[in-house]
């Protein structure tokens, strides 16, 4: 149970800085696994971008706003996507009607499937539409 004075604190904490905070994170985590998984030190990766360690270690100790660019360089580097923008992708279906998916990993996804709609019923007066891949 958190005290009192912590509950007011974030209560007051504006909406953004809990998102900057959270990705900010996430970030973080995600740089740490690919330094571990290819064996990488905080020293490699700042000799690898020409930096000083000092400056990889504000990074990852949340000392350091992240640009778009240094992201870029990182995943450069690390060879790994560090984070993943959806994007939607249209599609048709079997009707003619266009619809669109997102695509989380934004990799290819095949269009070429058939949808067909399926009605669920719940109670006689309403009706909750249900996606069939067929």
Not at 1 to 23: G, N
Not at 33 to 58: H, M, T, V, W, Y
């Given at each position: ?23 900010y994170a996430d970030i973080v985590v995600r740089v740490n ?26 990074w990852l100790i949340g000392e350091h706003n992240f640009t ?67």
């Open positions: 149970m958190r005290s009192k004075v912590a509950q007011r604190i974030l209560a007051e904490t504006p909406e953004e800085t809990k998102i900057f905070a959270r990705l696994q690919l330094l571990k998984a290819k064996g990488f030190s905080q020293k490699d990766l700042a000799d690898k971008l020409e930096k000083r360690p000092s400056e990889i270690n504000k778009l660019r240094s992201l870029a360089k990182l995943e450069a580097e690390l060879g790994e996507t560090i984070i993943n923008v959806p994007h939607r992708k249209p599609i048709s279906s079997s009707v003619g009607t266009r619809t669109y998916v997102t695509v989380y990993k934004n990799a290819h996804i095949n269009t070429d499937v058939e949808y067909t709609n399926v009605w669920k019923k719940s109670n006689a007066k309403s009706k909750t539409h249900l996606a069939n891949v067929s």
